[in-house]
């Protein structure tokens, strides 16, 4: 109800702003009665990291009006009525269709969407204004049913090497549920199907060094007890959630960078909304300096070219992409017709 509106007062790079919270009271994790204000009252205490990582960046809000057991739906592009301060950019889909997309440039803004009942936000891996071509390598490893949180790890230390190797600085967070994601700062001097063919050669690089730990299979049943290297997080369009942005799941949590030396004593389910503003107070942002030091995806598309001439081509992209040059037949293995 309107009469129940809360105004909050957010500091930012160019001042303070206010912003209405209506329906302050909704509730949006029911199991911790976590509400519509404490989700601002977080952002407030995280804005500047969170825009710090997140910021100047086509993102994609993950919006749930009644709460995180009810329905969701995505918002990309500013909805009517949205205050100046959010901002939107032309971008290009897969379909080759352009579509403006939202920008978030302050503390301010995310506060709006929350207003707007985002929960989950998903920025893309490039900036506004060179949005073809993205400044982050992205890895998602994913454990796979019969796999946890702590196989990741091992994985995500041997990955961690194989991209020095490479010549390229990582930075790790959780992924807010049971996974890890990796990311290298990488000058924007490539597209997107250049930095996903450098995802794919590390990816078949580690799984060589951990062939009984990890894998590349894109089709489940071919998985295993394994860690998924999800290559096709790297595609244009496809986004996983941002650092410091909240997960809709029960117990509230947050993908949270850490350090390379916390990795092994970390527990995902600890770093939740309750939680990160404390620590963000005293431990401070593991990735502030993410992005001073760019490196360059040459070396990783060398290994590509070497595993192409080795016979090792493309992967399967997700159904709804246009088939690409030289994609493997996008069929499960269970549904090949038999010779």
Do not use: C
Request: charged content about 25%; overall charge negative; aromatic content about 8%.
């Amino acid at each position: 109800m309107a009469g129940d509106a809360v105004v909050l007062t957010v500091p930012g790079p160019h001042g303070e702003r206010e912003v209405r919270i209506s329906s302050p009271g909704r509730v949006l994790w029911p199991e911790l009665g976590i509400t519509k204000l404490d989700l601002a009252n977080y952002f407030v205490a995280v804005g500047d990291a969170f825009v710090r990582a997140n910021g100047d960046r086509p993102v994609s809000l993950q919006r749930f009006p009644e709460g995180i057991d009810g329905e969701q739906f995505f918002s990309k592009n500013p909805p009517r009525g949205a205050p100046d301060y959010v901002r939107s950019v032309m971008v290009v889909y897969p379909s080759a269709r352009s579509h403006p997309q939202l920008v978030i440039d302050e503390p301010a803004a995310a506060v709006w969407a929350v207003q707007m009942n985002t929960v989950v936000f998903h920025p893309w891996p490039s900036r506004a204004e060179n949005s073809d071509n993205p400044d982050q390598l992205r890895i998602d490893l994913d454990p796979q049913p019969g796999t946890d949180f702590g196989d990741a790890i091992p994985a995500a230390i041997e990955l961690r090497a194989v991209l020095r190797e490479a010549g390229l600085d990582t930075f790790i967070k959780t992924s807010g549920n049971r996974g890890l994601h990796v990311f290298a700062p990488i000058e924007p001097t490539h597209e997107f199907l250049d930095v996903r063919h450098a995802v794919i050669a590390a990816a078949r690089e580690l799984e060589r060094r951990m062939p009984d730990k990890v894998t590349t299979a894109w089709w489940k049943e071919e998985r295993g007890e394994r860690i998924f290297v999800d290559f096709n997080q790297a595609n244009r369009d496809r986004t996983m959630a941002g650092a410091y942005s909240p997960r809709a799941l029960a117990h509230a949590p947050v993908a949270t960078p850490i350090t390379w030396d916390e990795l092994e004593s970390t527990d995902p389910r600890s770093h939740t909304i309750l939680t990160i503003p404390e620590r963000l107070a005293t431990v401070g942002d593991p990735w502030e300096t993410f992005g001073d030091k760019p490196g360059r995806i040459d070396e990783l598309l060398g290994w590509w070219q070497r595993d192409l001439d080795d016979g090792l081509g493309e992967l399967p992209f997700p159904p709804d992409y246009p088939k690409m040059p030289g994609e493997p037949p996008r069929v499960q293995p269970s549904r090949a017709k038999k010779p």
